[in-house]
């Protein structure tokens, strides 16, 4: 089984903290959403699947999630993961992350008659789609998202002398592009919204006729995570309170980060941990309120053990912060 969600028993009042000057309690306000994503959800209960269905190992390309404690749980029950299908014995099991693959990997993949089951989620499958179609229509495609991230990889590609990779304004002024050129723009699941758009804007400044996708490209888990962020940040900053704001997920997942970056945007320290061993204790003395919360690829499990390190070393307090519910789900994927 895949790691259980646990349930905490946590108050959810949402009275603001009343502290005194001298720092006497630091409350943690632990934000919701946070933490596994229905895609990442997805990708994990089908790892789990193909491990009790096909026993180890179970091979899957690129990370299943880009979370160093959800690879390491599913590595000792026998999945192993590789960054090249040449090192995936022909015919084997094998899973695509929730990151998504490019066509010629899926190529290869059947050329090595691998039993592969597609992982990767949905609504970067929506973006996948959409720079299909936009190519098909003879759109130049301008992908807004990070060069090397495994989902930007997968997507262009789908055609990869059609669709660019653009990430700041000087990417965009040096492609060989011209004002009334037909050009489309999609971009990463999981980008910064503030950023994003601000690079929008600019693709319609530059190019007046673009065409984008009918729905956001970014998921409502990255935007609900980062409003909830937001939010709380900008509600306890204005306040007379030391805060800080803690981000359990790890350095390579692309939504953690940009959680870690709005908090900093709003002039808060931000720390961004894999587990409560990254805490240095010295960082939260006299801080009165701690900002939890952890990217879509972070188990709830750590999340609690960040709580339970708070509690025993600053003796803080919990209440949670709750900005919207979250209710979408994906079926696991087809077996083969
Ligand atoms: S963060 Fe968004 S796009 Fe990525 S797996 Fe989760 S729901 Fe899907």
Request: with cysteine; aromatic share 8%.
């Amino acid at each position: 089984m895949p790691p259980k969600k646990p349930v905490l028993a946590l108050p959810t009042s949402t009275q603001e903290p009343t502290l005194s000057a001298s720092h006497s309690k630091m409350i943690i306000k632990l934000l919701f959403p946070r933490g596994f994503c229905a895609g990442v959800y997805r990708a994990t209960s089908a790892l789990s699947t193909a491990l009790e269905r096909y026993g180890a190992p179970i091979y899957v390309y690129h990370e299943i999630v880009h979370n160093k404690w959800v690879v390491e749980y599913f590595r000792q029950k026998g999945a192993v993961f590789v960054n090249s299908l040449d090192d995936i014995p022909d015919g084997s099991v094998t899973l695509f992350s929730a990151h998504g693959v490019s066509p010629q990997i899926e190529k290869q993949a059947k050329q090595k008659k691998l039993q592969y089951v597609d992982a990767s989620c949905p609504l970067v499958q929506k973006v996948h789609r959409e720079a299909k179609r936009f190519v098909q229509q003879g759109y130049t495609v301008l992908l807004i998202g990070h060069p090397h991230h495994d989902e930007v990889v997968g997507v262009q590609g789908e055609a990869p002398d059609k669709i660019f990779i653009v990430k700041t304004k000087e990417s965009i002024d040096s492609l060989p592009l011209t004002a009334h050129d037909k050009v489309a723009y999609i971009t990463q699941t999981t980008l910064s919204l503030d950023e994003s758009t601000t690079i929008i804007e600019y693709l319609k400044s530059r190019f007046p006729n673009i065409v984008g996708p009918k729905i956001k490209d970014i998921c409502y888990a990255t935007q609900n995570r980062q409003n909830a962020v937001k939010m709380a940040a900008r509600k306890y900053h204005q306040k007379n309170l030391i805060v800080k704001a803690v981000i359990v997920g790890s350095s390579n997942s692309s939504n953690s980060i940009r959680l870690k970056e709005i908090a900093q945007e709003q002039d808060i320290s931000a720390f961004l941990i894999d587990s409560p061993a990254d805490i240095n204790s010295d960082d939260f003395t006299n801080v009165d309120v701690v900002l939890l919360s952890a990217g879509a690829s972070a188990h709830e499990s750590v999340v609690q053990q960040v709580v339970e390190y708070f509690q025993s070393t600053f003796n803080a307090s919990v209440e949670e912060e709750r900005i919207c519910e979250e209710n979408t789900s994906f079926p696991i994927p087809t077996m083969p």
